[in-house]
């Protein structure tokens, strides 16, 4: 019995498993790049509010002047972010949320952010344009 063209179709049998591999390999990189992409704004959203609580335990006796009403964060330039933005020289609690709003401006997109201060208790949330819409926004509560 003489079998012609078996080789052949065993070859393309192998290309096709391989293939379908290879898809599933590139597959599971894109997903890892989108949550390393996640993760990482998520990480920037904990540090910025970090760093704005940390300008209000500087300044604690003008504490009151850090509060923000949930809003689009306003970078220097007309709203966009500003890389060369440097402070007017108007008063600290002032110069602190215009240099904290145009980092929020640079390094989120579309982010808006809420300061709330209850005595001694400061709230910052964080939201931006995610790609997950089931993620929730970054709050971070402190006692000052």
């Known amino acids: 019995m003489n079998q012609k063209g078996f080789s052949l179709i065993e070859v393309i049998v192998t290309i096709l498993i391989l293939g379908i591999g290879i898809l599933g390999v590139a597959s599971t990189q894109v997903v890892s790049l989108k949550m390393n992409t996640q993760s990482q704004s998520r990480s920037q959203a904990v540090i910025l509010a970090e760093d704005l609580l940390d300008r209000v335990r500087a300044s604690y006796d003008n504490i ?19 890389t060369s933005f440097v402070p007017n020289g108007a008063s600290v609690p002032a ?14 997109p579309a982010a808006e952010r809420t300061v709330a201060i209850n005595g001694n208790t400061v709230t910052v949330t964080i939201d931006w344009d995610q790609d997950d819409a089931d993620s929730n926004p970054v709050v971070v509560r402190t006692e000052i």
Do not use: F, H, K
Not at 65 to 81: E, F, K, P, S
Not at 95 to 108: K, P, Q, S, Y
């Open 64 to 82: 009151g002047a850090y509060a923000l009403a949930q809003g689009d964060a306003q970078g220097a330039d007309n709203g966009a972010c500003d």
């Open 95 to 108: 110069n602190d949320i215009a240099t904290w709003e145009n980092n929020l401006a640079c390094l989120l």
